[in-house]
């Protein structure tokens, strides 16, 4: 059984920063794709940052340039660091993992950016 989870959430003032870390945990071979999505009120959850098992990584327009996504194989840990955050990056942020064929998501950490 694997596990996702999260931590790192939290509320912090416009042009702060925060790091959202994700771990995985349980039976794994392999870890191919690790994402991070996020989802505010009465939205549709949206597809944040994506890094490959390659390293390549891909960003929402809305976080170029802000947002950096990164991993640590060695320790199954996706890592989400925002910088100069805005009060629109508000939401419930969620870990997504393909682990091994199979796509699993982490409990959800809620960020707050106050204006």
């Known amino acids: 059984q694997v596990q996702l989870v999260e931590s790192g959430g939290g509320l912090v003032q416009a042009g702060g920063s925060l790091r959202l870390s994700c771990a995985a945990s349980?039976?794994?071979?392999?870890?191919?794709?690790m994402n991070w999505y996020r989802q505010a009120p009465g939205k549709q959850r949206e597809l944040v940052a994506v890094?490959?098992?390659?390293?390549?990584?891909n960003y929402a327009d809305s976080v170029k340039g802000r947002f950096i996504i990164s991993r640590d194989n060695a320790k199954n840990t996706v890592y989400l660091q925002m910088n100069n955050l805005k009060p629109e990056d508000t939401a419930v942020y969620y870990c997504?993992?393909?682990?091994?064929?199979?796509?699993?998501w982490g409990q959800g950490t809620q960020v707050t950016v106050s204006s």
């Open positions: 997504n993992q393909v682990i091994d064929a199979r796509t699993y």
């Open positions: 349980g039976s794994i071979f392999r870890i191919n794709a």
């Open positions: 890094i490959i098992n390659g390293g390549s990584t």
